[in-house]
């Protein structure tokens, strides 16, 4: 079963349409690993991005020279997923 | 075999589970509700479609569905409820009773059923159907990219490899064309209501294109309203608009191919949440989230029972 140790999942807010442009070449690139939750659209709508920790540095230093602001929404999606067979395993039990 | 009354609408669960439970439903209603098997999956798996009917031949019918991507797992668990509130309400909730009065409901739960077995078994991420691509080492097409409408254009890809891939042709993934199929053959279908998630809006035609779609004022006052009654129940606020006008250009989806062939009140929602969670909602919020949904999704089946065409 694939793990998502350390992956993290960054929320995007593009402040102009040059911005855009850059976030979908990350899109157009298709790293199967690098993948867009929310995908950038228009201005004023976050877009939500899942990156591997092994890229998490290459990634985040692609946001930084470019000036895009965002924030990490998920700080390791493993522990939500652990979380997450817990509760079914409980309910189960249940 | 297990009960309804034990079922737990508040845990996420497994493909097997959730079959097996709408073969409790159906063994509970049996005079309300049946399962047809409307075609399979790449990997061979059933395609089940809850039939919620009171009699009658060919009535008008509302066709939902959810889990077409397979990694939107409240949108399957949001399914699961709705279909037992439809299930319960028959009879005892005026409005429901009504509508079953006169039309019938579909519900696929489980639209991609090899998506959503591949998120338990392997990669909790998957979105897409689990096609081999031939020449690629990709897997899977994204089943709401793959419908004849606007098909190819802005908004999918080319590359089977991203998650936007829209597949070699229109309808080649076998999910999509057994519901194709099922509402063509069915001919009566006047909604078509397709769940995903997340980020709140509640859409509708066109995605393919930015040209307003000719019934663009009532879908937009229909939405308006559904949103807002949304927002009443926890104070959950959705968007509302066309899909292209909202969020981006997207080719090739369900609710455009249903416009296109007739079904006027054509809308996709996008359930909870913004900025938090996004795919990997807690189990603890499908009960409320499936709780505002259903006002929403009351308010757009009673204005198509009261607005036949």
């Known amino acids: 079963k694939k793990t998502f140790v350390g992956d993290q999942v960054l929320h995007i807010t593009p402040r102009d349409e040059e911005q855009i442009t850059l976030l979908r070449l990350l899109d157009d690139q298709t790293h199967p690993e690098v993948n867009y939750w929310r995908h950038p659209s228009i201005l004023g709508h976050p877009a939500d991005l899942l990156v591997p920790s092994s890229r998490l540095q290459e990634i985040k230093g692609f946001l930084d020279s470019h000036n895009i602001s965002y924030s990490t929404m998920i700080e390791d999606v493993q522990k939500l997923l652990d979380e997450e067979m817990k509760t079914m395993i409980k309910s189960r039990r249940t | ?309």
């Not at chain 2, 999910?175 to 809006?201: L, P, R, T």
């Not at chain 2, 006008?245 to 997207?250: K, S």
């Not at chain 2, 989230?289 to 999704?297: D, G, H, K, N, S």
Request: with cysteine.
């Open chain 2, 1 to 309: 075999r297990s009960s309804t009354s034990t079922f737990d609408f508040g845990s996420y669960h497994t493909l097997d589970e959730i079959y097996d439970w709408m073969n409790t439903l159906v063994h509970d209603h049996p005079t309300l509700v049946s399962k047809v098997q409307i075609g399979q999956s790449y990997e061979s798996r059933p395609l089940y479609v809850l039939k919620f009917s009171t009699g009658g031949s060919n009535r008008s019918a509302i066709w939902l569905d959810t889990g077409i991507h397979s990694r939107e797992w409240i949108t399957q668990a949001v399914g699961v409820w709705t279909a037992n509130k439809i299930a319960t309400g028959y009879g005892q909730d005026p409005s429901i009773t009504a509508i079953l009065d006169s039309m019938d409901v579909f519900i696929e739960i489980i639209a991609n059923p090899d998506g959503f077995a591949f998120t338990h078994s392997t990669d909790r991420m998957w979105r897409k159907t689990r096609s081999i691509n031939a020449g690629s080492h990709c897997i899977g097409v994204d089943p709401n990219r793959n419908w004849d409408a606007g098909f190819g254009g802005s908004g999918s890809s080319s590359n089977p490899c991203s998650e936007l891939y829209r597949g070699p042709y229109a309808h080649s993934e076998g999910e999509v064309q057994a519901i194709v199929d099922f509402i063509c053959g069915h001919g009566n279908v006047k909604a078509v209501i397709s769940i995903h998630s997340y980020s709140q809006m509640l859409l509708f035609p066109y995605g393919y294109k930015t040209a307003p779609a000719p019934n663009h004022q009532e879908l937009n006052e229909l939405a308006k309203k559904a949103v807002s009654d949304l927002a009443t129940i926890f104070g959950t606020k959705y968007t509302y608009g066309s899909i292209a006008e909202t969020i981006y250009v997207a080719a090739g989806t369900t609710v455009d191919w249903a416009y296109k062939n007739g079904v006027k009140y054509s809308f996709t929602f996008e359930l909870r949440d913004t900025g938090h969670y996004g795919f990997l909602l807690p189990s603890n919020q499908i009960i409320p989230t499936a709780t505002e949904t259903w006002p929403a999704l009351l308010d757009i089946m009673i204005h198509v029972l009261e607005h036949p065409y």
